[in-house]
């Protein structure tokens, strides 16, 4: 019988984190980033792989396809481009010598370059011939983050760098309608303040602001009043103007002018250099800024409609810090950030936007078992998945040593109890999570109630930063046990404290608390491994509806120790995509001291694996003590 569903391709490319997603009459088959599959973080190429990944799984072609929708209009951008080098010249003569041709050459050019790779995909060899439709970036990220919501109608908030013009937007969805009601314009930008914050304290722009977010608790707001005195002129509505003085990216080729270094007493902190405590209250000062902007926007958001719920997306709706305040302290009674928040997730709003606006469909809100409202997005597990005989074949090719647990209750038992031992354990099960945060599917496990389970895991197993903090997963029916959070974060996208009862006195209760960053080795809770310095924690609530495997896991480690709560962080090392096959994470697994490795129902000893070879070059592993 032939498939009469209505396929509906969302597209994000060529700037940052490439993916695609695919639609059947309005819900979500597939989604994937382009850097899963190249394994080059970032990736911003047009995403073949992420689109012959969702026609796959959909069992069709592209000519099953009605409608390609792209996230943002290039042709605005480049007006947007054009008219600030103008504005700005001759001293910003040499970006535009950079950044012009590649844009007359390619960028330009979108829609025939989005044609050519469409009809190169699958093998082909003419142009896509189809529909393909644009919208702006903005309204992408508003239809990511409103149509997949468990929300009938919702404000809706997007903030990030830059679309084509709009830098955050406050919009209203009711339905299967979605309006835009007030934007924030280039160059004031929120995404592009803390990048340059990014910038000076030594990270890389777009992929280190978290890092800054995970350094400011080690800080103190010093520079906030210096701030708003120079750099923001900040209202009440939450819009705000930059003084451009300060800043180099609008003509020039950095983030940062030399007035921004002078005010803050020096050049930018080289990278990879030590951190100082001025480092760490910068981090703490952008991050305090940033919370006040966010709160602010969201009160006018309350104000402009009325309405209890609030739906966020654009890349500083990753902010969990933010978010947990903006539930805490903000006028919304309901909060859910789009988990693909960045720009990935536009590929996904691109395409409900044409689905609902361009080809009139009417929106229904899913219901979980339980009959209560639940988003649409299926737990964020819309990647790639690999069925046993896949796996049990790529074993056997590799030359593992493994055995068969199943994937039901002995596999948790027995993984609950390496864990329990204090085994960092890679977690490699079902479909892939589709946005930036590992959620149960492409984890990395260990025990939250370990002091050194931190250090452990950011030295000799991501080979990061020790000052990076790590995310708990708990049972969601007893998140409220050890995290003061009013409701739930599926996607790890809200920051909560932990519960009072839970803490401990910060430095052993003898009144000599450490400074700076040697308070990363102070105990502060019962689940040391997961509690920031401030005793804050970016958590997962894991529900069995969504995550059942994650959910056995997360009940059997309870059982055997009384705690319902596990370190989770992404599967990868520094640097790297999160791993997508069973190839990628057999290499991870055995270029680090992770010490056993879950794949679906086997389980692998790191010590009874044969010797690890691969090109000269690669990362190798720490030994094991």
């Known amino acids: 019988m032939p498939d009469s569903s209505r396929y509906l391709l969302g597209l994000s490319a060529y700037y940052h984190d490439a993916a695609a997603c695919l639609l059947a009459d309005g819900e979500i088959v597939a989604a994937a980033s382009e850097e899963r599959f190249t394994r080059r973080k970032g990736d911003a190429s047009f995403p073949a792989r992420a689109v012959e990944y969702c026609l796959r799984e959909a069992g069709i072609t592209l000519a099953d396809v009605e409608r390609v929708a ?46 050519r ?88 722009v777009n992929s280190g602001e978290y890092k800054v977010m995970g350094l400011a608790p080690y800080g103190e707001p010093r520079y906030v009043d210096r701030i708003f005195e120079h750099l923001v002129d900040l209202r009440e509505d939450g819009s705000f103007t930059l003084d451009q003085r300060y800043f180099d ?74 978010n947990g305040r903006i539930l805490r302290e903000g006028p919304f009674a309901r909060l859910w950030v789009q988990p693909a928040a960045g720009d990935a997730g536009g590929a996904l709003g691109a395409a409900q ?36 005989d896949e796996l049990h074949a790529f074993l056997d090719d590799t030359g593992a040593r493994y055995e068969r647990v199943g994937s039901g209750e002995e596999r948790a038992t027995r993984v609950a109890a390496l864990l329990a031992e204090g085994r960092v354990v890679g977690w490699f099960d079902g479909r892939m999570e589709f946005g930036p945060r590992a959620l149960g599917a492409r984890s990395i496990l260990g025990d939250a109630r370990s002091p050194r389970m931190q250090a452990e895991m950011n030295l000799r197993i991501k080979f990061r930063e020790g000052f990076r903090p790590f995310a708990p997963a708990v049972l969601r029916e007893r998140a409220a046990d050890w995290f003061e959070l009013d409701g739930e974060s599926p996607y790890m996208l809200i920051v909560a404290p932990v519960k009072r009862e839970r803490r401990l006195a910060a430095g052993g209760g003898q009144g000599d608390e450490p400074w700076g960053i040697d308070r990363l080795n102070v105990p502060r809770s019962e689940i040391p491994a997961v509690t920031h310095v401030d005793w804050s924690a970016r958590v997962q609530t894991v529900s069995e509806e969504t995550s059942p495997a994650f959910h056995a896991l997360l009940s059997a480690f309870e059982r055997l120790t009384g705690c319902p709560v596990l370190v989770n962080t992404s599967f990868n090392v520094r640097g790297e995509p999160i791993v997508c096959t069973p190839a990628d994470a057999y290499r991870c697994f055995m270029r680090t001291n992770i010490t056993h490795l879950v794949l679906g129902p086997f389980l692998l000893d790191r010590a009874a694996q044969p010797p690890w070879r691969e090109d000269a070059g690669a990362r190798p592993a720490i030994p094991l003590d």
């Not at 908030?157 to 830098?167: H, I, K, P, R, S």
């Open 70 to 115: 792209f996230y943002d209009k290039p042709l605005l951008k480049f007006e947007r481009i054009l008219e600030t080098y103008l504005a700005v010249a001759p001293r910003g003569f040499a970006s535009f010598l950079k950044a012009g041709p590649l844009w007359v050459k390619e960028k330009l050019f979108t829609d025939r370059e989005l044609r």
């Open 353 to 388: 936007l044409v689905w609902h606006r361009e080809l009139g469909a009417s929106r229904t809100v899913r219901r979980g078992r339980d009959g209560a409202p639940r988003d649409a997005m299926r737990g964020a597990l819309l990647g790639p998945s690999f069925g046993e």
């Open 117 to 204: 790779a469409l009809g190169r995909v699958g093998g082909g060899d003419a142009e896509y011939e189809g529909e393909v439709r644009y919208a702006e970036h903005h309204e992408s990220h508003a239809a990511s983050a409103f149509y997949p919501s468990p929300f009938g109608e919702a404000a809706v908030l997007t903030v990030d760098g830059v679309g084509e013009w709009a830098t955050a937007s406050i919009g209203v969805g009711r339905g299967a309608e979605l309006e835009i009601l007030r934007e924030l314009r280039w160059p004031d930008s929120l995404g592009l303040l803390y990048s340059a914050f990014t910038y000076y304290t030594g990270f890389r």
């Open 249 to 322: 990216y609008v003509a020039g080729l950095t983030m940062t002018s030399d007035a921004f270094h002078e005010l803050f007493g020096g050049p930018p902190r080289a990278p990879e250099s030590r951190l100082t405590q001025r480092d760490m209250d910068l981090a703490r000062s952008v991050q305090a800024v940033c919370e006040e902007v966010m709160l602010r926007m969201t009160r006018t958001a309350h104000r402009e409609t009325g309405l209890d719920a609030l739906c966020m997306a654009g890349g500083v709706a990753l902010n969990a810090v933010a």
